[in-house]
């Protein structure tokens, strides 16, 4: 499943259209489909190339087990579980590293990028941009940035990103919209 993940994920529509291909009916075809945009979305929570490979993939055997359930149940099922390992990957870091470094050493790792190789499809402004907008990403508040990568870049309904994210549909909308106001400020150059 993970095993040919580009180390640039693919778009929600790309994604999408191989999903179909690869027989969207399973839950194989549903977990080839998703598997690079987990990816981006734990590298985002993590910050860690190899934490979000291993948190992506305990998730996926985890759903493995959910296999009789219905198709229309695996999304926000499979999001759930995912968001889970996130947050307990995250605590486990904590507890284990947070006393080994200073918070200085911490920032001054930056961004760390999913693949070490050059993309030629990419120009200069895009990946500054991209950097950008990561690093943006990881400054939010955790529930800003699960609010937003759920309903933004994973496109999923309110009443969906709520289930997953275990609070209401208004805290799903004030988590959003303050995430939305924070990016705005940040991204000013961007636009």
Do not use: N
């Not at 040919?4 to 291909?21: F, R, Y």
């Not at 200069?124 to 990568?149: I, T, Y």
Request: charged share 30%; aromatic share 6%; with cysteine.
């Amino acid at each position: 499943m993970l095993d040919g993940m580009p180390a640039d994920a693919m778009s929600p529509s790309a994604a999408a259209s191989t999903a179909t291909a690869a027989g969207a009916g399973t839950l194989e075809g549903f977990l080839d489909g998703v598997a690079a945009r987990a990816y981006r979305f734990a590298e985002a929570g993590l910050r860690h190339r190899e934490d979000a490979m291993d948190v992506v993939q305990d998730a996926m055997v985890k759903m493995l087990g959910y296999r009789e359930r219905p198709a229309d149940e695996w999304t926000p099922l499979f999001w759930t579980i995912l968001r889970s390992r996130i947050v307990d990957a995250q605590r486990r870091r904590t507890l284990r590293l947070g006393w080994m470094t200073s918070a200085d050493e911490r920032q001054e790792a930056g961004v760390e990028w999913a693949g070490d190789e050059p993309d030629p499809s990419r120009a200069h402004d895009g990946r500054e941009a991209w950097g950008e907008l990561v690093a943006a990403l990881r400054d939010l508040p955790r529930r800003q940035r699960e609010a937003f990568g759920l309903r933004i870049l994973e496109e999923l309904d309110v009443a969906t990103t709520a289930r997953v994210m275990g609070c209401s549909e208004g805290s799903v909308k004030t988590h959003l919209s303050r995430a939305r106001d924070a990016l705005q400020k940040r991204l000013e150059d961007f636009r």
